[in-house]
């Protein structure tokens, strides 16, 4: 069963206690909020996700208004995990968003079964294109462009790497856009499932795509690296891939990975493995989508 075959009364009941059992990857999260942005977001962006077990979930998780009378005259929103806030509330409106940050956070925070990198995930097949880079890079807006001409979306936000075997674990869920990147999409890729635009956050105006269904179905099958792609977004630069050192590429990604201090020597050596196996590009890139598709598909066409 997946959260699509819910209906909204149902999916609403669902978010009651004690919450809505969610598969997301190799996790199952349970989460509680009766926001209706959330509701709506959830009923959009996880509509092929598997409902978990009734009496199992490694999160749980909820976003809900704060306790006492501030929030009858400034309405807000309070992510709890495990029934602690780990950070401030935001405004109501912000509630979805909030979700998604939260769930990002009780990833990185608690999945030490990974080395968790700051990057976006896509598959040709079994093989993984990780894109490490910091806000502004044009991540985002590059995996939901390569999303869109059937890659597959592992992940917009984490990359979560086996610190066992070494493999890419696929954990699809919505890609977050912002700002400028919201109408480039919506232009590159019309019938995109897009989200309601949020305004005035933190982090700009954002909004969230659907992760393709078929991504979401295929999320238990791993990938292996196979390269690894910094991109720069230039307005107006034409589509350019470089070569870029293996030692320059070990740095973005130890840089980008929230917990490498936390596996010592063995994070050290699995991020090794992992440009060991991969080809590594710098890709510098403007607002001509297409090309940086073509560009990619080329790419993963040689090898």
């Known amino acids: 069963m997946i959260v699509a075959d819910l209906s909204a009364d149902e999916l609403r009941h669902a978010l009651d206690e004690p919450g809505l059992r969610i598969r997301v990857g190799p996790i199952v999260v349970a989460v509680r909020s009766p926001f209706r942005t959330v509701v709506d977001g959830l009923a959009l962006h996880y509509a092929a996700h598997e409902i978990g077990p009734p009496d199992f979930a490694d999160f749980h998780v909820s976003v809900e208004p704060p306790f006492g009378l501030r929030r009858w005259f400034t309405p807000q929103a309070l992510f709890r995990?495990?029934?602690?806030?780990?950070?401030?509330?935001?405004?109501?409106?912000?509630?979805?968003?909030?979700?998604?940050?939260?769930?990002?956070?009780?990833?990185?925070?608690?999945?030490?079964?990974?080395?968790?990198?700051?990057?976006?995930?896509?598959?040709?097949?079994?093989?993984?294109?990780?894109?490490?880079?910091?806000?502004?890079?044009?991540?985002?807006?590059?995996?939901?462009?390569?999303?869109?001409?059937?890659?597959?979306?592992?992940?917009?936000?984490?990359?979560?790497?086996?610190?066992?075997?070494?493999?890419?674990?696929?954990?699809?869920?919505?890609?977050?856009?912002?700002?400028?990147?919201?109408?480039?999409?919506a232009r590159f890729w019309p019938e995109a499932p897009m989200g309601a635009i949020v305004p005035d956050t933190l982090k700009g105006s954002v909004a969230h795509v659907q992760p393709p269904a078929q991504s979401v179905r295929s999320s238990a099958e791993r990938a292996v690296p196979a390269w690894i792609v910094v991109p720069r977004y230039r307005p107006a630069a034409a589509a350019e891939l470089a070569p870029l050192g293996r030692s320059a590429a070990f740095m973005q990604l130890a840089d980008n990975a929230f917990n490498y201090s936390t596996h010592g020597r063995r994070g050290f050596e699995r991020l090794a493995d992992v440009v060991d196996r991969s080809r590594c590009f710098e890709f510098t890139y403007g607002g001509a989508l297409d090309d940086a598709v073509q560009t990619f598909d080329r790419l993963a066409n040689a090898a």
Not at 140 to 165: F, K, M, N, P, V
């Open 81 to 185: 995990f495990d029934g602690s806030p780990p950070f401030t509330p935001l405004p109501a409106a912000q509630a979805f968003p909030l979700f998604e940050w939260g769930l990002n956070w009780s990833i990185c925070a608690h999945c030490h079964q990974y080395v968790v990198v700051h990057a976006a995930v896509i598959a040709r097949e079994d093989r993984a294109m990780i894109l490490p880079a910091p806000p502004g890079s044009g991540k985002s807006t590059l995996c939901a462009a390569l999303a869109a001409r059937g890659w597959r979306l592992l992940s917009d936000e984490l990359t979560l790497i086996d610190i066992e075997a070494g493999v890419i674990v696929p954990i699809p869920r919505p890609i977050s856009l912002k700002n400028a990147s919201i109408a480039t999409i």
